[in-house]
Every structure is written in C-alpha cells, then in structure tokens.
Nanobody
Framework: VQLQAFGGGLVQAVGSLRLSCTASESIFCMGWYRQRPGNEREFLAA???????NTADAVKGRFTISRDNAKNTVSLQMNNLTPEDTAVYYC???????????????WGHGTHVTVSS
C-alpha cells in the first residue's frame, strides 16, 4: 500500500490547515503521526474503515480526523494551530486492529507543517 500525503505548508498561529492522504488501495485503518524537532514521532489520530477513531489527548479538540472510503482518503483538520504544532506530519496505515489504533505497517513520506507566531 502506498500513501501520498498533501496539504502541509506554512500557516500563522491560531490558523487552520487540512492534511489529506490517499492510499493506493482500501485499507482497514489510516491515520496521522507527527515528529516535532528534537522529539520522537507521536501518534495523533487514526480512523478505521467503519469510522471508529482515536485521537491523542494532546490534540483532541483541535484536530479532527475523517475518512472518505470511496476515495481511500484520510484527512486531518487542524485548528487553532500554535508554533508547537510545527512538525513533519506522516500519514500511516495498517491492515490490523491494534491497541489504540496505532499504525505500523505502511508509512507515507512526511509533509512539513510550519506554524509561525
């Protein structure tokens, strides 16, 4: 499964950005991680094909994940962004159900998000 993400870029603080990721085929679970400078990669959100979802507490209320099964696409709507959200954002997918909807099998290339103050 190949994943292609798009939608990153530069945004001002308190602004919004929407990331999208398209898979080359239908897959059970899709979602997003990010890696901030100097930090490890962290889980953000994931959603299954039947739209069960999990969102990390750190971004809950600001980030919303959604999915279009017909297009094999997952999106992450990010609102009220702060400079601390500056990171490389990765789309990921998995054919298996894992604890917390963690994703392990497939990874896309990262897309950069920079939030200016």
């Amino acid at each position: 499964v190949q994943l292609q993400a798009f939608g990153g870029g530069l945004v001002q603080a308190v602004g919004s950005l929407r990331l999208s990721c398209t898979a080359s085929e239908s897959i059970f679970c899709m979602g997003w991680y990010r890696q901030r400078p100097g930090n490890e990669r962290e889980f953000l959100a994931a959603i299954t094909i039947n739209r069960s979802h999990n969102t990390a507490d750190a971004v809950k209320g600001r980030f919303t994940i959604s999915r279009d099964n017909a297009k094999n696409t997952v999106s992450l709507q990010m609102n009220n962004l702060t400079p601390e959200d500056t990171a490389v954002y990765y789309c990921a997918a998995d054919s298996k159900l894992r604890i917390g909807l963690e994703l392990q099998e497939y990874w896309g290339h990262g897309t950069h998000v920079t939030v200016s103050s």
